[in-house]
């Protein structure tokens, strides 16, 4: 009786990660098919389902992620989605987040490629696309805005923020250089406030 019960709950346990697997690979999914604009444009849709909808993770924590995401080369969504895959249900989670991702681009461009392109220059589809461009805009400066809540309130991040920004659009910094800076100023920080307690 005892060895038929483990074996109910083992399958039961199978079923129960074999779902959030697919919900994992469906709710990117859903975020590849319905963001347009890619990298930024889509922070806010994810923020959305991960926190708001599915209260998976805390906003210091998707934040947090979205950082190392960034931190690394590839498309911020894609990295992402590997992450918190990972994060979630290791190598496979990974794998199915990823997949989910990255799935409705494709499909999206080669069904563009195969039936859509010899009508890329036609008035409807180029207004069609002219009219996305400055809600692509709008979601950028939206996810820019819940993101920075938190760095506006304190003055030393805000201070940072300024400066970084003034390098990159004025001087024209790669941005690899500038991530690579703040990482190194996140590292000093801590020591500088041990030595003043010293």
Do not use: C
């Given at each position: ?23 994992m690979?469906?709710?990117?999914f ?11 444009a ?8 991960l926190?708001?909808?599915?209260n998976?993770?805390s ?6 992620r ?7 080369p ?12 990972y994060?979630?249900?290791?190598i ?16 999206i461009i ?10 890329h ?12 461009r ?14 920075g809540k938190?760095i506006?309130q304190?003055?030393?991040l ?11 659009i ?9 991530i ?11 020591l ?7």
């Amino acid at each position: 009786m005892k060895v038929i019960k483990d074996k109910h709950s083992r399958k039961k346990s199978k079923i129960k990660v074999e779902k959030k697997l697919l919900e994992m690979f469906f709710l990117f999914f859903k975020i590849g098919a319905f963001t347009f604009g890619g990298g930024y444009a889509m922070i806010p849709l994810i923020r959305h389902e991960l926190i708001m909808r599915k209260n998976w993770m805390s906003e210091d924590e998707f934040l947090t992620r979205l950082v190392i995401a960034q931190s690394f080369p590839g498309p911020i969504v894609v990295n992402f989605s590997l992450l918190n895959g990972y994060l979630f249900r290791g190598i496979k989670g990974g794998l199915f987040s990823v997949l989910g991702a990255i799935l409705p681009s494709f499909l999206i461009i080669l069904t563009i490629a195969v039936f859509l392109w010899h009508y890329h220059e036609h008035t409807m589809v180029q207004a069609a696309f002219m009219g996305i461009r400055p809600v692509v805009v709008a979601l950028i400066v939206s996810a820019a805005y819940k993101l920075g809540k938190p760095i506006f309130q304190q003055r030393r991040l805000f201070v940072t923020f300024l400066l970084f920004l003034a390098g990159l659009i004025l001087l024209n910094i790669h941005p690899a250089f500038v991530i690579l800076l703040g990482a190194i100023l996140g590292l000093l920080w801590p020591l500088k406030a041990a030595r003043n307690e010293g």
